[in-house]
T-cell receptor, first 114, second 119 residues
Framework: EPEVTQTPSHQVTQMGQEVILRCVPI?????FYWYRQILGQKVEFLVS????????KSEIFDDQFSVERPDGSNFTLKIRSTKLEDSAMYFC????????????FGDGTRLSIL | AQTVTQSQPEMSVQEAETVTLSCTYD???????LFWYKQPPSRQMILVIR??????QNATENRFSVNFQKAAKSFSLKISDSQLGDAAMYFC????????????????FGKGTKLSVKP
């Protein structure tokens, strides 16, 4: 069964550095999402992406964050200048369309900011 | 804004027994979807079961079933004949229906319930 793949599985970065998290959604899916889960807290929506543009973003997704689908297969989340509070598990998800189809999640990338 | 509440941070069940995980939600919308996701220690979140709010019949997937009470805004998950492989974090999630209120389909999660299965 096709899967959403995320790389790296664990990223350690110095505070203030830029980080790019990568995701390869399922190939025939059209909608892409990023979520994050701070340790011990609930999974929170960051951003959704469709037709090469952001369709919705949460309050968390400020100017430090950006997303891109550079080559038709990868879907990346960039954090421009990382802060300690960005330490979390970041999940990518994709779905074929919005209706009743569920989102398929990747394994996540654990981001640790030092 | 919609919210999802899972009041049981941890639950434990004996192998082969039945366990029910609770979930309540708050919304003013009439059409939406509800999901249960499982997150085992390997980390990937896997869809367990989903329910469309317009359907009165409770969803069932093999040993997993839900008790959907729309008026009470309750969506509990029942796991029958629990197996060791059921041990995981379980998340209840809400999603607005297509184009309802301008939503783009993002999921709203509860805090999760950690389920342990005792051999």
């Amino acid at each position: 069964e096709p899967e959403v793949t995320q790389t790296p599985s664990h990223q350690v970065t110095q505070m203030g550095q830029e980080v790019i998290l990568r995701c390869v959604p399922i190939s025939n899916h059209l909608y892409f999402y990023w979520y994050r889960q701070i340790l011990g807290q609930k999974v929170e929506f960051l951003v959704s992406f469709y037709n090469n543009e952001i369709s919705e973003k949460s309050e968390i997704f400020d100017d430090q964050f950006s997303v891109e689908r550079p080559d038709g297969s990868n879907f990346t989340l960039k954090i421009r200048s990382t802060k300690l509070e960005d330490s979390a598990m970041y999940f990518c998800a994709s779905s074929p369309y919005r209706d009743n189809q569920p989102q398929h999640f990747g394994d996540g990338t654990r981001l640790s900011i030092l | 804004a919609q919210t999802v509440t899972q009041s049981q941070p941890e639950m434990s069940v004996q192998e082969a027994e039945t366990v029910t995980l609770s979930c309540t939600y708050d919304t003013s919308e009439s059409d939406y979807y509800l999901f249960w996701y499982k997150q085992p220690p390997s980390r990937q979140m896997i869809l367990v079961i989903r329910q469309e709010a317009y359907k009165q019949q409770n969803a069932t997937e093999n040993r997993f079933s839900v008790n959907f009470q729309k008026a009470a805004k309750s969506f509990s998950l029942k796991i029958s004949d629990s197996q060791l492989g059921d041990a995981a974090m379980y998340f209840c999630a809400y999603r607005s229906a297509l184009n309802y209120g301008g939503s783009q389909g993002n999921l709203i999660f509860g805090k999760g319930t950690k389920l342990s299965v005792k051999p």
